[in-house]
C-alpha cells in the first residue's frame, strides 16, 4: 500500500523529513549537497564573462552539507583591484556584482537629505553612483539568482527520496 503525503508549508515537510531513519536522512543531505555544487559550478561559468568582481565572487560559492540545500560564501581572500588599493572583502562586493550598481550609492535618512556610505568621501551629492559595477538589474541578477531560478530543485531531491525509500523496504 502506498501511502501519499501532502505538505503545507516547508516546515511541515521538514517535521516529515526529521521523522525519516537517519540512512535515508544522510542520503538527502548527499543529494541536496551534489544539487547544490552542480549550482555553484553553474553560477561560476555564467560569472566569468562578467568581469573580475563577478568572478572572485562566484569563486567563493560553496555547497554545504545540511538538512537541506546550502550554498555558502567562503574564503578569506580580498578582491585586489587592478589600481592597486586595498582590497575590499568578498561580502563588501557581493551584492554589487550579483545585482549591479549604477543607482544611488547612499542611504535615506529620515530627513530629506541623504547620508552618504563613506562619510569621509569629498563627495556627497545625492546623484553619486556605484560605477564599479555592471547596471542595476533590480531583484534579476547576473549569475547566481538566474542560475537558482532556472534550476530544478524538486526532481532530483524526490528522486533521491524515492530511492532512498525503496531501499529501506
Not at 563627495?123 to 542560475?147: A, E, M, V
Amino acid at each position: 500500500m502506498t501511502r501519499r503525503m501532502v505538505y503545507q508549508s516547508m516546515d511541515e515537510f521538514r517535521r516529515g523529513i526529521g521523522k525519516l531513519p537517519k540512512a535515508v536522512k544522510k542520503e538527502l543531505k548527499e543529494a541536496g549537497y551534489e544539487m547544490t555544487r552542480e549550482v555553484a559550478s553553474e553560477a561560476a561559468s555564467e560569472a566569468l564573462g562578467l568581469g573580475r568582481q563577478a568572478k572572485h565572487v562566484a569563486s567563493k560559492i560553496r555547497p554545504r552539507r545540511q538538512k537541506e540545500p546550502q550554498l555558502v560564501m567562503t574564503g578569506k581572500s580580498a578582491f585586489k583591484p587592478s589600481s592597486g588599493r586595498r582590497g575590499a572583502r568578498t561580502s563588501d562586493i557581493m551584492w554589487g556584482a550579483e545585482f549591479g550598481g549604477s543607482g544611488y550609492s547612499g542611504r535615506r535618512s529620515s530627513g530629506a537629505n541623504p547620508v552618504p556610505w563613506n562619510l569621509n568621501s569629498s563627495s556627497t551629492s545625492p546623484h553619486s553612483t556605484t560605477r564599479q559595477f555592471l547596471p542595476h538589474k533590480g531583484r534579476t541578477g547576473y549569475f547566481l539568482w538566474p542560475t537558482i531560478r532556472q534550476f530544478d530543485f524538486i526532481g532530483p531531491y524526490r528522486d533521491a527520496l524515492f530511492k532512498a525509500m525503496l531501499r529501506m523496504r
